[in-house]
């Protein structure tokens, strides 16, 4: 009678479905940012022209894997630096 054998691939794929099928993200806070920027380094004065245009170009839904049930949609941003001199970047 043959006896079937299990590959260590086969082994290890199947340990890591078990391992995936328990994570459960976890919502943490962050710290609070201080508005004022006292510890802020001060800037060099070529560079405070320099403006960040943000545009939403949609939106994308979010794997379940990643962040747990429902899925939500979250935007997709685009950045577009404006600089003084050399215009936009």
Known sequence: M??????PILI???LLLIGL???SPKNSRGKDID????NW??????FINIKLHIFNTGMNKVSP???GSPAPWRPAPAFL???P???LI
């Not at 043959?2 to 590959?7: E, I, P, R, T």
């Not at 508005?35 to 006292?38: F, K």
């Not at 380094?41 to 070529?46: G, K, V």
């Open 2 to 7: 043959k006896q079937h054998k299990l590959s």
């Open 12 to 14: 290890i794929i199947s």
């Open 21 to 23: 099928s328990c994570y």
């Open 35 to 38: 508005e004022t920027l006292t």
């Open 41 to 46: 380094p001060q800037t060099n004065s070529n």
């Open 65 to 67: 894997l990643l962040v």
């Open 81 to 83: 630096i404006e600089h």
């Open 85 to 87: 001199i050399h215009g």
